[in-house]
């Protein structure tokens, strides 16, 4: 009987291993694409002389909000 258990929680651990990694993998890649996609922004409105104000909702992530405005 302990065979047949053993054979049976083996694949889970596999799935839940995948699962685990392919998560971590994927919000690794999307914190590295919005921090090159910050980085461009920010310098675009440097280079055409805009204000912005840039917040920065979760930090695993790099989620964010950008507001670009013309400086008086």
Avoid: C, W
């Avoid at 889970?12 to 921090?35: D, E, K, P, Y």
């Amino acid at each position: 009987m302990k065979k047949g258990l053993h054979t049976s929680i083996t694949p889970s651990f596999i799935l839940a291993g995948l699962i685990v990694l392919m998560t971590i993998t994927l919000v690794f890649v999307q914190r590295h694409l919005n921090s090159i996609q910050i980085e461009s922004i920010v310098e675009q409105a440097d280079e055409r002389g805009f204000g912005y104000e840039l917040v920065i909702h979760e930090p695993i992530t790099n989620s964010y909000s950008f507001r670009a405005f013309e400086q008086e």
